[in-house]
């Protein structure tokens, strides 16, 4: 009887201790990329869980370092958001160069406006787009990075892969697009 119990509250204590934590793993592993065998991240992420991944991380911090965004753009983008609440839906993988290159700029203009009115998700993919148990086919992912933004559950715009320009001016003619 002992025993049984013991083994009971082990489970609990178990199941307790696993609850909440993002879905990155498939059967208890870390998924690995088919082409670089390196460990991925795919689901629901953030960014501590994205400083796990080694492969990813190293370069991440150097293109993070590199940027510079405009501080004027920033300006404008702060303004805007002053009066708009934006959500951003970054779509990433872990073993994509242009993600590797692209959300750490991202990432940087999200902290250097650092507003209440501006939100940002993360969501891993692998090489065919798909987020481990994370249905993401409404979003119509095909390349990435996918940067989606959104005010008020509708959808502004998106940048793909290697905006035109700089990250925050294509953030700004989102922005400026949908004016009201």
Known sequence: MRIGLTLITTVCISLISNAGKAQNTENGQQPIDSMEHENIITGKTTLEELNGISEFWDEYTVHYADCSPNEEILKQLLIHLQTHEIHIIAVIGTWCGDTKEQFPVLQKIIEQ??????????????????????????????????????????????????????MEENMLAIFNKNKQ
Not at 121 to 141: H, P
């Open 113 to 166: 406006i650092h507003h209440h009115n501006l939100t940002l998700e993360y969501i891993g993919v692998d090489r065919d787009k798909l987020a481990g148990s994370e249905d993401i086919s409404s979003l119509g992912i095909e390349f990435v990075p996918t940067f989606i933004f959104y005010e008020k559950g509708k959808e502004l715009g998106r940048i793909v892969e290697i905006p035109q320009g700089t």
